[in-house]
């Protein structure tokens, strides 16, 4: 019974280990980013920026879309318990007084364009808004109509595109209509940027916490495993021995 227990108790340190190890995992790309210090300004960088992985902040007044929506289902014993739904835009690296300086010839910078995720529903609202707004404007036939102006902040993470098949082809398809308005497939950056604050104390603070839990966890569950086959060893010796001495 006893031995039960405690191969019971090896088994649980062996799983806490692996969902420490599973908690590293999860949060090893942001821990990554956060070590690295690279950041970039949406607003300053250059298309060449948009390269490898990064945190990123801004303002973007071009928005168009969303030209697709993904939507993930959370489920507890079959139950539907929550649902997320997260919106994929394109984006300038402009803002709304960047793009109005621009007009009044004030400014000059190179223009190129993202995918930007939103799960967030406050900033997806902000997002819509300034879509239907450049819409109206791209298909208004008032020449003297000004363009919207908006300055919506976004703070978050360079990553790769979604590689689902149905994305790659609202992407495409998404491209095809902007390039009626003369944006080219050559301004479009390599990354996307997936919205949200990649918080550094919090980050830190779960990594180093599973980190501790997988290897210490594991490394519990061999030395007493290991343990275990020893004291298993000594007493089958020590059985051996003591019907040895009673035959003797």
Known sequence: MKGDLHEKENVYTFVIGILGLIVVIAGFNEFKLLVSG????????????????????????????????????????????????????????????????WENGELEFDTFYTVLSVA????????????????????SEDENEAPPYYSIEIKGKLEKQVKDDDYKQYYSEAQDDLSNVSVEKDEYAELMITNGEVKATFTYVFFSL?????????????????????????EEQSAMTNDETFNG
């Open 38 to 101: 690279r950041k970039v300004d949406l607003n300053t960088a250059s298309i060449s920026d948009f390269d490898k992985p990064a945190l990123i902040d801004g303002k973007v007044d071009f928005v168009y879309g969303p030209f697709a929506t993904l939507e993930e289902t959370q489920k507890t014993y079959g139950v539907t318990t929550g649902k997320t739904e997260t919106n994929f835009y394109i984006v300038g690296n402009f803002s709304g007084e960047m793009y109005e300086s």
């Open 210 to 234: 599973g980190l501790i839990l997988g290897i210490g966890g594991i490394a519990l569950g061999i030395l007493s495993a290991v343990s275990d086959s020893k004291k298993k060893k000594l």
């Open 120 to 139: 967030d529903k406050d900033k997806q609202k902000e997002l819509d808004a300034a879509a239907e707004d450049w819409v109206n404007y791209l298909t």
